[in-house]
């Protein structure tokens, strides 16, 4: 079994609620839009940090994070994106991830700063979105998720709200 903690679109600011939320995970993954480096310095004192880079994130988060990753975990595969497109509507390059890369049971991506999870029955997959972590943009709550991956399946799907985004 391991636990995974989710989080995006920090935007270059990481709520210190995060700390204590992730402690029981083995890792977080980061699905994009890091803003300052300074946030997965920080999240990799933690926990080992993996992940991907977002749209706004420059050519130091770049260097170390990816566009798209494939995990298998415990008989569990993942996809990692920043931008998969509307749910059951992929983009090109999730379409094309998906064509290529059998058996792929799970995309979780950020970008929209919409919470959300659910059962893509066309492609046979679940779909993750933890939302937005950050300050910036249209969300209303910042939230952050994490899960449990075990024998091929995910178990004990949480959510954390972490408060309104900024003053509204």
């Known amino acids: 079994m391991k636990r ?8 270059s600011y990481l709520d210190p609620q ?16 890091v803003g300052d480096i300074k946030v997965i310095e920080e999240l990799s004192k933690w926990k080992k940090t993996i992940g991907v880079y977002g749209n706004i994130d ?16 415990n008989n569990f595969k993942f996809m990692l994106i920043h931008i998969a497109g509307p749910f059951g509507k992929y983009n090109y390059k999730v379409q094309e991830y998906l064509k290529t890369h059998s058996n792929i049971q799970c995309i979780i ?19 993750i979105n933890p939302g937005a972590a950050g300050k910036h943009g249209f969300h209303q709550i910042r939230t952050a ?12 799907l949480q959510l954390i709200e ?7």
């Open 18 to 33: 995060l700390k204590d939320f992730f402690t029981d995970c083995d890792e977080i993954w980061h699905l994009g839009d």
């Open 58 to 73: 420059n050519k130091e988060v770049r260097s170390i994070f990816p566009e798209v990753l494939i995990i298998e975990e």
């Open 109 to 127: 991506c950020g970008h929209s700063h919409i919470l959300k999870v659910q059962y893509d029955k066309k492609n046979k997959l679940l779909y």
């Open 4 to 11: 995974i903690g989710l989080i995006s679109d920090t935007h």
């Open 145 to 156: 998720m994490k899960f449990e991956v075990h024998n091929g399946s995910i178990q004990q």
């Open 162 to 168: 972490l408060g309104k985004r900024s003053k509204l």
